[in-house]
């Protein structure tokens, strides 16, 4: 999964960062988060290899990190259930 606060498209050298899931089955799969900034929005793209290809989510998820308190957090905007990652 490729993050950052600005949608870095099919690139992967246009994103701030990454975090790769290692191998996983089809099918719905979640990862955490951590280190966000307060009242700022994230965007994040999946990439998948396989033995048919390379391929990117055909769009961008976005949210929104707010700050409850000092040592909570919230994500607003859209649940992050990487759901476009199924493109």
Do not use: H
């Not at 994103?15 to 965007?43: C, K, M």
């Not at 396989?50 to 909570?72: D, Q």
């Amino acid at each position: 999964i490729y993050w950052g606060t600005s949608d870095g498209g099919t690139n992967k050298n246009g994103w701030t960062g990454s975090i790769s899931l290692g191998t996983r089955n089809v099918g719905e799969f979640s990862q955490a988060f951590t280190n966000w900034t307060a009242d700022t929005v994230y965007y994040y793209r999946c990439y998948a290899t396989n033995t048919g290809g390379s391929s990117w989510s055909s769009r961008a998820g976005v949210w929104e990190a707010k700050a409850l308190t000092r040592n909570s957090w919230e994500l607003m905007s859209v649940p992050l259930d990487f759901g476009n990652c199924r493109d």
